[in-house]
């Protein structure tokens, strides 16, 4: 019952910057992470970087230096500012929130992925 969607994809030149966003409808309880993940064609998907409720991060290592994510709690948003972009960050992003209701019960939902694109 929760939507995941995303926003702010692009086409941008080598060395530019995006900034992704993606909302969650307002029924995320407990702790959770919320991230994002990419895919690029003919290959797996990959995790970029993740933000817990208490805001503790993790970058993929490729990305270390360049992006930067965020989240506001209240509003159920995790936002990717994207730096310094490279023709190797090209796939398509996916918003995610995993993590545990009050009760135990797991959860993990996803988006429909946007297109980042970025020409050499």
């Known amino acids: 019952q929760v939507q995941l969607v995303e926003s702010g994809g692009g086409l941008v030149q080598t060395g530019g910057s995006l900034r992704l966003s993606c909302t969650a409808s307002g029924s995320i309880f407990g702790d959770n992470a919320m991230g994002w993940y990419r895919q690029a064609p003919g290959k797996q998907r990959e995790l970029v970087a993740t933000?817990?409720?208490?805001?503790?991060?993790t970058y993929a290592e490729s990305v270390k230096g360049r992006f930067t994510i965020s989240r506001d709690n209240a509003e159920n948003t995790v936002d990717l500012q994207m730096n310094s972009l490279k023709p190797d960050d090209t796939a398509v992003y996916y918003c995610?929130?995993?993590?545990?209701?009050?009760?135990?019960?797991?959860?993990?939902?996803w988006g429909q992925g946007t297109q980042v694109t970025v020409s050499s």
């Open positions: 933000i817990t409720t208490g805001r503790s991060t």
């Open positions: 995610n929130v995993f993590g545990w209701a009050a009760n135990g019960d797991e959860y993990d939902y």
